[in-house]
């Protein structure tokens, strides 16, 4: 897949780094708020074995806020600007605003990645001019409602059918828009909207999204489905975390996105060999 210039091949897993430029993200909010610190993290989970970088500036936790639009491009695009040109990674931004999507690409984004699936006023309209002059791929995640209210009501009969029903309208629309269908890549969306019994259910049938024959992205990284299950907070969600990354990465994700970026290396690392020996 081409990333602007960059091509990544997903033969193999890539680890996505996560990098929150927030005061308040459920796991590491406040950690890499100050530039400084954002870019020192940023070439740390590189040299530990991640090709992407998720930049991020507004919370998606459950119940989270939102802030404003001036607010997270003051947050996210100096941070995008410093890190574009000194790491050699794929710059994620990780947004549902269009106007921060389009500015981030401008800043040296190479990737769009909305957890609203490009539903959000405008956002589609962002992607498809990131797409077509910058060859910006965008990563589409499925979630009910908002981060305020997705854990409402997150009751379905079948899971793992409502989001593939969800990822064939969606990828249609995107499509119908002008997005090369090259040029996608879905996301379960683990924890959005979904109940520890769902969460596990996708899980299992991760490998169901290959029908679609896109990048499947993975995020469980020290979610509630890990700390729920286990009855750990979040600083101790470390095995979990590797346990369901393990899963995903040998069922088919192509991208596994991660706070802890060196343990996650080395396990992808096994699935790796593992699928190379006869």
């Known amino acids: 897949m081409i990333f602007k210039t960059r091509e ?24 890499f708020a100050q530039i400084e610190r954002a870019i020192s993290q940023a070439h740390k989970m590189v040299n530990a074995g991640a090709s992407f970088i998720d930049i991020g500036g507004e919370s998606t936790r459950p119940g989270a806020t939102p802030v404003s639009l001036q607010e997270e491009l003051d947050r996210v695009i100096p941070v995008i600007e410093k890190i574009s040109t000194d790491v050699d990674a794929v710059i994620s931004i990780d947004t ?117 024959d896109l990048p499947v992205l993975s995020g469980t990284s020290r979610k509630s489905m890990i700390g729920n299950l286990l009855n750990k907070e979040v600083g101790d969600r470390l095995a979990g975390s590797i346990s369901t990354a393990t899963i995903a990465a040998l069922s088919g994700a192509s991208i596994i996105r991660v706070h802890d970026v060196e343990e996650t290396s080395d396990a992808v690392k096994i699935v790796n060999k593992l699928q190379m020996v006869e």
């Open 8 to 31: 990544v091949s997903f033969d193999s897993p890539q680890v996505m780094g996560i990098l929150n430029v927030t005061p308040d993200s459920f796991s590491d909010g406040g950690k």
């Open 96 to 212: 549902y605003k269009a106007q921060v999507m389009t500015e981030a690409v401008k800043a040296g984004a190479t990737m769009i990645n909305d957890v609203k699936a490009l539903r959000d006023q405008g956002a589609l309209d962002a992607a498809v001019w990131a797409a077509k002059t910058h060859s910006v791929p965008t990563c589409i995640m499925h979630m009910r409602g908002s981060p305020e209210s997705m854990q409402d009501s997150p009751e379905c009969n079948d899971i793992v059918e409502d989001v593939i029903h969800f990822f064939e309208q969606r990828i249609k629309e995107c499509v119908n828009a002008g997005i090369l269908y090259s040029q996608l890549i879905i996301d379960p969306g683990f924890g959005f909207g979904k109940t520890l019994e769902q969460n596990y259910q996708l899980l299992k049938h991760i490998s169901d999204f290959s029908q679609f």
